[in-house]
């Protein structure tokens, strides 16, 4: 009989002290390996054979592994078993590191018996790149990676399946998840997670059968089942009144989801970032990201239901695109801050706050009774234009409204840091933007929180409205702070030292090409 004495020495220093136990129980024939392990398993499954009644072999299972990273929809995995285990459910890992599977049988069976060359090779390549210390370690972590990686039962046996673009380490605990905190993301991974947002969006609409402009149709118990003029295919109807894990959302959600990824795996729906190796992108993302946007769609499709609400929907609305216009003009201003103090040696950066700023409106104010028709048509007469419809169509306007509290001067100050702004945008930046109309209507405005100084503001609507008693408390510090130091009146003549420049308010009261988003 054969015993480790018989070996060459050299041979034996390839094996740790645990591997020469498991040596000498394979050559005194106690353990004897099985090459074809049941249910076409592609490892050689080692059968351990009990010397005595109380000689036990380690235990080194582990739970099943999870897909992670997948664009799949999560489905119910089988249980593949190791291909290591005995029937008594044990792993010897001294034993699994030192055989080897032989090239010539080591083809994995199909479910239909027959031999996936693929997956073969995958065997033979996990096996074949460890050796010496350490490569039981190795191979277990390299096959649970690749069991990982695998499609499971009912899916399809292709990599492409799971991963769009390169293929990514499962393992790597580095991938940025999109569902993180906004504040943790940068602004490209946020750009990456809107952009997710944005196609569910889009899949949402169409499930349903409606385009941004048209109203959500409303869900009830037995409804007939509404089709497609067009294509005579079923529609959806979200459950807006129900909560997000209602089971009409929670399939509505799921169609959603899977729509989007089977986009993403295609050469023409793919997004450019689907091949970033930094972040993880999959149904999860997808589905999560789903609801949110289903949440938003929830408050516009009750308010649409509801008259009050939608009111109150309209107006919060247009409170929140004006607030965004008055953030937008306050950084384009305090940009031409640097300009402005070379011609009128004066540093007007602070006095450019965004609640201090007028509000730019694409339509009629809310509560006028002015129609948009009758909106557009005042807006065009105060401009060179005429009223034609291709002026109408093709140029979308935006009134500049001065609050009531703000004086001649600070509007001259804005008028000529804006000026200042608009003449240094190239033809391509100018190009497309709305045409900013510059009125000389006069609206009362909510009072600034922050108290202005003392030369911004109107002198006689001060005296009208200090008084009143819903006024005195927001006015009560008003015209007490006086003037910014070095402050200089902005009728003053320009900076003889300073180059000219197109100086004024553009058009005047007619109006100038600029502006921001519509209502």
């Known amino acids: 009989m054969a015993s480790l004495a018989t070996l060459p020495s050299g041979f034996l220093n390839l094996f740790t002290s645990e591997q020469h136990a498991a040596l000498q129980l394979l050559l005194a024939g106690q353990i004897t390996i099985q090459r074809d392990g049941p249910q076409g398993n592609p490892y050689p499954q080692l059968r351990g054979q009990q010397s005595g009644p109380n000689t036990q072999v380690p235990s080194n299972r582990r739970g099943p592994p999870t897909r992670a990273g997948s664009l799949e929809e999560p489905s119910t995995h089988r249980r593949r078993e190791d291909p290591a285990q005995t029937p008594d459910g044990v792993i010897d890992p001294a034993l699994r590191a030192v055989t080897r599977p032989e090239p010539?049988?080591?083809?994995?069976?199909?479910?239909?018996?027959?031999?996936?060359?693929?997956?073969?090779t995958q065997s033979r390549r996990l096996h074949a790149r460890v050796r010496g210390r350490g490569a039981s370690t190795a191979v277990k972590r390299a096959h649970l990676r690749a069991r990982r990686q695998s499609p499971s039962d009912g899916d399809e046996a292709d990599d492409e399946a799971d991963h769009i673009g390169p293929l990514k380490d499962l393992d790597d605990l580095n991938l940025v998840s999109l569902l993180a905190k906004s504040g943790t993301l940068s602004k490209k991974h946020k750009e990456y997670k809107n952009e997710i947002s944005r196609d569910a969006r889009m899949v949402m609409r169409e499930l349903v059968g409606i385009t941004p402009k048209d109203p959500w149709p409303r869900w009830s118990e037995g409804m007939t089942q509404r089709k497609d003029s067009s294509s005579g295919l079923p529609l959806l109807t979200p459950h807006f009144e129900g909560a997000v894990n209602h089971p009409v959302n929670a399939n509505f959600l799921r169609r959603v989801a899977k729509k989007v990824c089977e986009q993403y795996k295609t050469e023409d729906g793919a997004p450019s970032f689907i091949r970033d190796k930094t972040i993880r992108v999959d149904y999860k993302t997808v589905y999560t990201l789903a609801q949110k946007s289903w949440s938003g769609f929830k408050k516009v499709a009750l308010a649409q239901w509801d008259q009050e609400k939608a009111a109150k929907e309209a107006l919060r609305s247009a409170e929140a695109r004006r607030e965004a216009r008055r953030f937008e003009k306050s950084t384009r201003l305090q940009g031409a801050a640097k300009r402005y103090q070379e011609l009128y040696d004066f540093d007007p950066t602070d006095l450019v706050a965004k609640e201090w700023l007028s509000d730019e409106l694409s339509g009629p104010e809310h509560g006028s009774g002015e129609t948009h028709e009758e909106w557009q048509t005042r807006v065009i007469q105060a401009t060179s234009f005429k009223d034609e419809p291709a002026v109408r169509e093709q140029i979308k306007f935006l009134e500049v409204v001065k609050p009531a509290w703000r004086s001649k001067k600070y509007q001259t100050m804005i008028e000529k840091l804006y000026d200042l702004w608009w003449e240094s945008l190239s033809a391509t930046d100018k190009f497309n933007r709305h045409f900013?109309?510059?009125?000389?209507?006069?609206?009362?405005?909510?009072?600034?929180?922050?108290?202005?100084w003392d030369f911004m503001i109107d002198g006689d609507w001060y005296a009208a409205n200090c008084e009143r008693p819903d006024n005195q408390f927001l006015l009560a510090d008003w015209m007490t702070y006086g003037n910014p130091e070095g402050y200089l009146d902005p009728d003053a003549e320009?900076?003889?030292?300073?180059?000219?420049?197109?100086?004024?308010?553009?058009?005047g009261a007619e109006g100038d090409a600029a502006g921001e988003d519509a209502n």
């Not at 010539?104 to 073969?120: I, Y």
């Not at 900013?436 to 202005?452: E, F, L, M």
């Open 494 to 507: 320009v900076n003889p030292d300073a180059e000219a420049t197109g100086e004024g308010a553009g058009e």
């Open 104 to 120: 010539a049988d080591d083809a994995a069976l199909s479910s239909e018996g027959e031999r996936d060359p693929s997956e073969a």
């Open 436 to 452: 900013r109309v510059r009125t000389k209507r006069v609206y009362n405005a909510s009072i600034p929180k922050a108290a202005p």
